[in-house]
Every structure is written in structure tokens, then in C-alpha cells.
């Protein structure tokens, strides 16, 4: 309290002032930027400052709704006055000298007239960004097309333009010590579990850091478990699934100069899901569904299967494809786990290549690279072509999940399980499946377990987790996030059919 009434005061002294000490003490705050420009005007007798950052602010708008008219009057001018004449609706009156530098950075211009107990500040910033585009990281063929930009206006008016309700909450949270941050924190008031809104806006508003580079850090900061090695939140590019999850309860939060969008409370089989299973028919939205949770176990265990088998359990292999492999390995000299673990170490440097170089030349490498590279390893003897086709197999499952995430988690973990199965085999890998399955009980998302539906068991929600039923038997939200609706729509009307004569 005693802070707050020393900061009112202060506030109170600083002006009125001569524009000569205005100037002074502006000019230590921006530490002489040459981009701060200060410009002093003599309008009959009264002396008026106007400063701004000249790569922050339109400098059309700055001509045309500032300069011109301030300067078109003879009279003396007053701050009220120019409140109520420049054709500006977004003043602010500022006697703070750290509200004013805030509103300098935000694009504002800076308008004082000397002896005057305050001075006005009008935004018009100058936003530099790219436009609207097709997201490159979510690649969807059915459903919206357009991404989320590093702009903050333009992802909401995406998010505005699709939820043109008035149901549609906006929370503004301003983020940052030394480098402000605005971020949004939306939901649907109807719909949105208070404890899921109120434990993210607490999250966020008791963030105490010097900036925020972007969406993806700020997951570390307010995620339930850092230590996990899987994402907690769900992180999107498109608004079509931020726009989705927000009509299904969940909770959004967008961030400045970020194109991704965050999403939460999340379960690990929202990771497997996708917008494009809305747009299909829901027998074949099922199967695509289904077969993403095939990939997971093929490419998390298919080659620590291979390795162990191999390794310790041969009576598992059966004889004619015991001897093809017996052969493919003959001149092989390294074990079954070397040679697994040199094969997947080649595929992520591939991998990695080809994302890291332009899109052409990185397609070329990724393709040419992998043939010319896994064949010259089979004519050495360094591997055999069984094991190939099991990397490959299982480096292809990897691709099938939506989120670019949960993908890379599910390779880094085909390490140590490959590890596993080379020195314990089956039962090593027995071993790694348990550990995942113990960790993945106890990591939650907003404080939500993170294996909802299968854990605690909840039959209800099977339809919007791992398959899809037709719209006119599933109408409800899903139970496990508790929104406060869970009807979407009536299952009568739904299956009436009428005909054209009624």
C-alpha cells in the first residue's frame, strides 16, 4: 500500500513541467535512441511536444490525424481541447513517465502541452507481418486451410471471425519484466470449467520473467510437469482446432508475435486426434483415428521388438523367416542392438537435415540420402535389410501422428526401449512399457490426468477420444473435461427426416 500511495505521489509531481525538463527526462528513458524522435511546436502561445519512436507508429495516421489538425488551429491549444478535436478515439492521459514509455513501445504517439497537468498518448502503431497463410507444420487436406500469424490482431479476429459470439471471452494478460507481452487467455463462458479458466489465468498471471520468446516456451513455465518428456498442452497452428477445442470446453491462449496457439487441458489422445476427422464421413474418420494408435505402438516398439527378438528369443521367429534373417545377418559383425540403434541415430540425422536445409534440396537429401545411404550399409555389412525395413516401417508411424510433438516424443523414447531390449529383451521391454505407463498415471494437464478417458475409466467418452460414431448419436461434450453443457445437440430432432410434401 505504502509503494502504491509513493507512486501516486511521484506521479502527481511529475508534472506540470517545461518541455525542456520533458524532454530531458524522455531522452534518459530511451537512452538517446535515434529512433525517438521529439518534436516541439509553437501554436499561438502555447508550446506542445509531440514524440513518438518512428519505426513503431503509422506515419501516414501521425500526419494526417495528428500534425494537421493540431497545427491547422491560430488559438492556444489545451489538452482538452485536443481530446476532443483530433479525430482519434483511443487517448490516453498519462502522468506516469513508465505508462508513457509502455505506450511508446505499443506504437503510441505522445502529445503534451507545457504547464498542463498530464499529457495525451494515442495509439497507432505500424504492425509489420506476413499474411494469412496454409500452415506448414499441420498439413490437413479436408477442413480450413488458413494459420495463425505472428500477429495478435489477426489470430483473433481468425478466432472472432469463426466464434462470432458474444459467449467468447477475451482475457488480456500482460506478461514480462523487461519485455511486455500481451497475451489472451479465451474460452466460452457457457461452456468453460471455472477451475480450468481460473488455474490458467493464475498460472499466467503469476509468471514473474524478463520476457516471452514465444507460445512453445511459455508451455515450460505453466505446464503441470517440466521434468515429462510429453507435451502437456496441445500446440496449434490452426485455427479451425484451436476454434474446435475452445466449443468442446477447453480453455485457449494465444501470445504476441506468436503463430501458435495453446490449447488445454489436454490428454495424451488428443494428440492423435485431428480436425480433418470432423470433415469425414465417421466410419472413415474411425479407422484414420484407429490406425494413428496403431502407428504409436508400431513405431514406439516395433524395433526393440526386432532387437530382442533377434537377441534372445528366437523361437518367437518363425523358421522360413528365422533363415532370411539367419542369412541377411551372416556378414553383419555388430549385435542386433548396435546395429538397430546406428540405423535410427542415420534416419533422425536424415531427418533433421532435411527439415534444417530449404524445402527442395531437403526433400532431394531426405530421399536420395536414405536409399544411397541404406544400401551402401548393406553392401559393407554394417546392417541387413530386414532391420531396414523395420526402421523404415518404423520411422514412417512416427509421421501418421498430427502433432509434430508427440511425434518426436514417441522417437526419442524408441531409444532406451531399443536399449532395453538389447540387454533384457522382451522382459526389458516389458519393463520400459511399465515405467511409461506409471509415469504417464501420474502427469496431468491443468491438473487433469493425462490418460482420461482409459484411466479413470470412462466408457462415455470413448466416441470422442478413439473412434467417431454418427452425429445423431453422439450429441454430448466430452465428460472428462466437465464443461457446463454437455449437449451439443437434440438427438430427436437430429433423426427426424422429413420429406418435401410435409
Not at 222 to 248: C, G, N
Request: proline share 5%; with cysteine; hydrophobic share 45%.
Amino acid at each position: 500500500m505504502k509503494r502504491s500511495k509513493e507512486r501516486k505521489s511521484k506521479a502527481k509531481e511529475m508534472f506540470p513541467l517545461s518541455i525542456a525538463d520533458l524532454k530531458k527526462q524522455l531522452s534518459d528513458a530511451m537512452h538517446d535512441n535515434p529512433d525517438f524522435q521529439l518534436q516541439e511546436f509553437q501554436v499561438g502561445a502555447s508550446k506542445i511536444l509531440v514524440f513518438y519512436i518512428t519505426v513503431m507508429i503509422n506515419k501516414n495516421q501521425l500526419n494526417s490525424s495528428i500534425l494537421s489538425p493540431l497545427l491547422s488551429k491560430k488559438n492556444d491549444w489545451t489538452l482538452a481541447e485536443i481530446r476532443n478535436k483530433l479525430p482519434l478515439g483511443n487517448a490516453a492521459l498519462q502522468t506516469d513517465l513508465k505508462a508513457i514509455m509502455d505506450d511508446l513501445i505499443s506504437g503510441a504517439v505522445g502529445i503534451y502541452v507545457e504547464n498542463e497537468e498530464g499529457l495525451l498518448t494515442y495509439l497507432i502503431p505500424q504492425q509489420e507481418h506476413r499474411k494469412v497463410q496454409k500452415s506448414d507444420k499441420e498439413s490437413t487436406v479436408l477442413g480450413p486451410q488458413d494459420a495463425f500469424t505472428e500477429s495478435l490482431d489477426t489470430n483473433l479476429n481468425q478466432v472472432r471471425w469463426r466464434l462470432n459470439s458474444n459467449d467468447l471471452v477475451s482475457e488480456k494478460i500482460i506478461v514480462g519484466e523487461r519485455v511486455k507481452t500481451e497475451i489472451r487467455l479465451m474460452y466460452l463462458k457457457s461452456l468453460a470449467n471455472e477451475t480450468d479458466v481460473q488455474t490458467m489465468r493464475q498460472r499466467l498471471q503469476n509468471l514473474v520473467m524478463d520476457e516471452i520468446e514465444d507460445a512453445t516456451p511459455l508451455t515450460y513455465f505453466i505446464e503441470d510437469s517440466s521434468m515429462s518428456i510429453f507435451p502437456q498442452f496441445y500446440q496449434t497452428e490452426l485455427p479451425s482446432r484451436f476454434t474446435y477445442s475452445i466449443t468442446k470446453g477447453k480453455v485457449g491462449v494465444l501470445v504476441d508475435k506468436s503463430p501458435t496457439g495453446i490449447i488445454a487441458p489436454t490428454t495424451l489422445f488428443s494428440f492423435f486426434e485431428s480436425t480433418e476427422d470432423v470433415f469425414m464421413r465417421w466410419n472413415v474418420g474411425s479407422f484414420i483415428r484407429i490406425l494413428r494408435f496403431v502407428a504409436l505402438i508400431i513405431s514406439a516398439l516395433l524395433t526393440p521388438a526386432y532387437v530382442a527378438a533377434v537377441t534372445f528369443h528366437y523361437e518367437i521367429i518363425p523358421t522360413p523367416l528365422l533363415t532370411s534373417l539367419g542369412s541377411s545377418r551372416a556378414a553383419v559383425p555388430f549385435p542386433p542392438v548396435i546395429e538397430a540403434m546406428f540405423l535410427e541415430l542415420l534416419i533422425e540425422l536424415l531427418r533433421e537435415a532435411g527439415a534444417r536445409l530449404p524445402t527442395k534440396v531437403g526433400q532431394t537429401i531426405g530421399i536420395v540420402g536414405g536409399i544411397v545411404i541404406g544400401q551402401a550399409a548393406v553392401a559393407a555389412g554394417l546392417t541387413s535389410n530386414i532391420l531396414i525395413i523395420v526402421v523404415a516401417i518404423s520411422a514412417l508411424a512416427s509421421f501418421t501422428a498430427p502433432s509434430y510433438l508427440i511425434g518426436s516424443t514417441i522417437r526419442v523414447i524408441r531409444f532406451p526401449m531399443i536399449l532395453l531390449s538389447g540387454f533384457l529383451g522382451l522382459i526389458g521391454v516389458m519393463a520400459g512399457i511399465c515405467f511409461l505407463v506409471i509415469h504417464l498415471l501420474k502427469v496431468t494437464s491443468l491438473g487433469r490426468p493425462y490418460l482420461l478417458p482409459a484411466y479413470p475409466f470412462n466408457y462415455k467418452d470413448f466416441d470422442n477420444t478413439f473412434y467417431r460414431l454418427p452425429n445423431f448419436i453422439s450429441n454430448l461434450r466430452s465428460v472428462s473435461f466437465r464443461p457446463k453443457d454437455m449437449i451439443r445437440y437434440k438427438q430427436k430432432r437430429t433423426k427426424k427426416m422429413k420429406d418435401i410434401d410435409e
